[in-house]
């Protein structure tokens, strides 16, 4: 054998008690994973809810999904895309909230169980049997489709099992399916339905698809560097990943990023990781676990992930370290929060580790070094500091801006200019930052504007746009004394304008081109051109009717009822009227004799 060959086959042993020791590590830490998840659950009632449909545990999003602006506060069950299954109350208890909304959950019910939790249905097509009924009397009785009734005392109670509604896709859905929710009646926290054992059968384990290294001047975190998890530079074990280079990084305050993804049914919908966490040569410095969060947290995503790497490239980088601005309650860290200082030029190892609640996991291992050619980051930004704790605000001749305390996640450098307006504008343009920086609560904006004639100042209103949009968008806002302000949401170009446009109102057959909609009900189309609906109403021969608010599709429907049935027995010629008024007042009504 000669000199090569001997050392190939020495590296080749050493490989394979190296893989031993890993598949070793990797079963203790799925030991105690197991064990984690166990305990977790331990502090809940196993076996107290069902599964809400008649079917195997299906998810379309797991708790706590990352989505715009939130954590998805549930899970989404799947109806196979169809709406029409039958949604069973998962415990006994009564009915302690209704809603219904054009948007959001759309039709929802709210059932109070005796263990101290309420569960929550969303996304309904509609309800079932007396809740039914009901709800029908109730919009009839307020002429409003849109309510939110809370019940202090039990007036509609249900069994494990029963019939509460059906499947549906209304509200802010984006497809048939059910939302289902576990709340705590103290706390008002929303926890995850796996702690009390409603959860799919799944062997799919994570998978690392980036990390991303982020290093710290005086003024902000940013990304230093970028790493794509490919399989030309992994060595894989199936549970363990060891990534080949050496990766050197900066000095100063270093921290780490990851995107990473869970798999429930099969290999192609990612979903999002239950729980993660990074060790810095054998020092445990972070973990994030989706157990459960409360509602006035879940803005909290935007200082998660890297909002502005989200909206630039459209891509999740998870943190593993937490900004000062950061209170959502998911994290255990070291006192640094996942930060950390190399001392040395010595090689360091990261070992990365995400896993579902089922204990399927995936382990990465990084090996890290110091750069010996030590660039010193420094602060040239001369722009006005806000700082997160603070009242922040901004005034100057024609604009002011109020920024409540906690508003920011984080130190910001505020930019400012103003700019020339527009043919559309009734003020000038007024860059406020950029559109990259995230709010957690909204912000006080008003601007001065031109000479307009008395009648179309109640019309007048704030429209944005960042500097990568087409189409400007209403921020809404009113006139008041030369002023229109409104309360905002996000950071971009800021500017007054005016809508005097009323809503159009049409009747339609076919929606979607695709689907012949019932037949049995009148569909109308109703739409404005940019503040938005404010309100509607329909009457059938002067009778108040209930129409359904799709708000996502423009759509109302009526789907006959009494009214209809008294009216044509009386064989009365049918004469209907519809009423829109947008959020400026502008006003539009049509009448169809259907």
Known sequence: MNWRMWQFENLKMKAGKFIFLLIKIALIFKLAHYQISTLSAQNYPQNYFRYPLDSLPNFVSPFGGLRDNH?????????????????????????????????????????????????????????????????????????????????????????????????????????????FEIRDNKTEEIINPALFGILPFDT???????????????????IVSEFDLNENKILNNDSVWIYKDTIEIGNGLNALGIEAFDYIHNYKDEKTIYTFGLTLDTKNIFNFKLNKFAFDETKYINTHIDYAYYKLQQTRIQKCFLEDGNE??????????????????????????????????????????????????????????????????????????????????????????????????????????????????????SIKATSVKKEYQSKLLLAYFDKNEKHFRSAGGNFEKGWVSAKASSFGNYFVTIDTISPSIEQVFIHDKKVVLDSLAWHIEMKDNFSGIAKYAAYLNNNWILMDYDAKNNLMSYKFDEIYDQIVLSKQKLELKIVVTDRKGNKSSKIFYP
């Open 204 to 222: 799919i384990k994570p998978v690392f698809k980036k990390i991303c290294f982020y290093n710290f001047s005086v003024d902000k975190s940013f």
């Open 328 to 445: 959502i309650k998911l994290y255990l860290h070291d006192k640094n929060k996942g930060k950390f200082l190399l001392h040395d030029f010595n090689t360091h190892q990261l070992l990365f580790n995400v896993a579902d609640f089922s204990g399927n996991y995936k382990k990465l291992i990084v090996y890290i070094k110091k750069k010996k050619d030590l660039i010193k980051l420094q602060n040239t930004n001369t722009a006005k500091i806000f700082y997160p704790n603070n009242h922040n605000a901004l005034a100057k001749k024609d604009i002011k801006i109020s920024i409540a305390p906690n508003s920011f996640y984080d130190t910001v450098y505020f930019d400012f200019e103003i700019l020339n307006g527009t043919k559309k504008s009734f003020s000038k343009i007024y860059k406020i930052h950029n559109s990259l920086t995230p709010l957690h609560k909204n912000f006080e904006i």
């Open 71 to 179: 954590f998805h506060s549930g899970v989404d069950l799947k109806t196979n895309e169809r709406e029409g299954f039958p949604v069973l109350a998962s415990a006994d208890g009564f009915v302690s909230r209704i809603k219904i909304q054009s948007t959001a959950y759309g039709k929802a019910i709210y059932l109070k169980h005796p263990n101290g939790y309420t569960t929550v249905y969303g996304h309904l097509q509609k309800y079932h049997n007396k809740i039914a009924q009901w709800i029908h009397a109730y919009q009839y009785k307020n002429e409003s489709f849109e309510f939110d009734k809370v019940f202090e005392i039990p007036i509609l109670l249900v069994k494990k099992g029963d019939t509460i509604g059906f499947s549906g896709n209304s509200g802010g859905s984006t497809g048939p399916h059910l939302h």
